[in-house]
């Protein structure tokens, strides 16, 4: 596994006149091999006005078109239209037809940041989802999707289309503003198996033993050969302040159970995994703290009878400055510089990655290719 080249997917053009930040990118091969990326553009991290924007590279991620918003930034609530800022990941659905998959907070009050940092809380939030039917121009009016924690729901994941057809994405529950869980502290797998026409989060696809344990940002591939599903996880325990290695589960039953967490053995926050043939597949992990080399590492892994064998890893990307606390946010998200690596494959051999980092004031996507 090596790294034959690194690109910018977005940057602030003109930092001196304008603050635009980038965060939380995915890629998606479209039709015809043309690469979508989408990521959210806003002031800051936790602006009001971020919002979901989408880029296009026509020469296998080497160069990229200007992003091109998604949607108006408003919902309508009692015949006033109301502030959200939104994220979305994109999925290619069949048909020519893309879909995107993300959660938005109404910001009515617009000196309220998005978290609490004296209790870990974020404001409201609903999870939401659009289609579009000519390749990422224009969109339907989002549809809100129901879930277990009611409006405190994270659903960062993009949908991953099984083999069956069905629609999946892993989802977990956010604290409120005062810091305390509506429901469950665990995974639950989000499904439509009609297209979005309705959905259902009853699956638990990670859970741990006294539910204090998160689950943050979690990620989900099809494994090729076995058709097996295996989420990932940012996993820390608040009961006692312990940051933990990513774990993940395997579902043999395509999604219907999943077993306990396992451990990856490997010390990140953010990650993902992205299938590669047979029963392999590349996990991604943002590693920022309790590393003396901070950065994104690649794992490739060998997933037979539930059992996670690393088979190579290899540091992928570091960042040009150390990474430092933010006190102004709560601890479990302090040293947010980089993070939500993700990865298409474009070849047999050749992956494409994403991922956002922060360097000088400025926040950015990056496109890094890699040579299995």
């Known amino acids: 596994m090596r790294v034959s080249e690194c690109s ?24 015809g091999g043309e690469l979508a990326a989408a990521f959210a553009i806003g002031q800051a991290m936790e602006s009001v006005d971020q919002t979901s924007y989408l880029a296009r ?53 617009p000196d309220c940041p998005l978290g609490n940092p004296e209790t870990g809380g974020l404001l409201e939030d609903e999870v939401f989802w659009a289609e579009s039917r000519d390749s990422g ?26 083999k069956d057809g069905d629609w999946v994405t892993p989802i977990t529950g956010f604290p409120g503003w005062d810091g ?10 989000l499904r439509s198996s009609d297209q979005g026409k309705s959905w259902q989060d009853e699956t638990v696809c990670m859970d741990f033993p006294g539910h204090t344990v ?20 940012w996993n820390e325990d608040t009961a006692v302040g312990r940051r933990m290695t990513n774990h993940y589960t395997v579902s043999h039953d395509n999604g219907k159970t999943f077993s306990e967490p396992r451990d990856t053995g490997i010390m990140g926050q953010a990650s993902s995994v992205c299938a590669l043939g047979g029963n392999e597949l590349l996990s991604l992990h943002a590693c920022r703290r309790d590393t003396e ?9 060998l997933l037979e009878h539930g059992e996670w064998k690393t088979e190579e890893k290899k540091l992928l990307w570091e960042p040009g400055v150390p990474v430092v606390k933010n006190d102004k946010f709560a601890d479990v998200f302090a040293y947010l510089k980089f993070g939500q690596p993700s990865a298409v494959r474009l070849s047999e051999k ?4 994403t991922h956002w980092f922060e360097e000088n004031g400025e926040a950015k996507i990056a496109a890094t290719r890699i040579e299995l």
């Not at 305390?180 to 797998?189: E, F, H, K, M, S």
């Open 293 to 301: 080399r901070p950065g994104i590492y690649g794992c490739r892994v």
């Open 214 to 233: 998160l689950c943050y940002e979690q990620r989900l591939c099809q494994l090729e050969a076995s058709g097996d599903l295996v989420v990932i996880a």
């Open 180 to 189: 305390r869980l509506a429901g469950v502290n665990c995974g639950r797998l």
């Open 137 to 162: 121009v224009s969109w339907s009016e989002p549809s809100v999707i129901p879930t277990a924690w009611n409006g405190h729901t994270e659903a960062s994941a993009p949908v991953t289309v099984l």
């Open 8 to 31: 910018i997917i977005y940057e602030n053009p003109l930092p001196q006149l304008k603050a635009r930040k980038a965060y939380f990118p995915n890629l998606c091969l479209l039709d």
């Open 57 to 109: 590279s026509n020469d296998g991620g080497r160069t990229w078109s200007e992003p091109i918003r998604m949607f108006s930034g408003q919902v309508s609530a009692e015949r006033e239209r109301v502030p959200v800022s939104d994220v979305a990941k994109i999925t290619r659905v069949g048909d020519g037809r893309l879909i995107v998959l993300g959660y938005r907070f109404r910001r009515e009050d």
């Open 350 to 353: 050749e992956l494409l990655m």
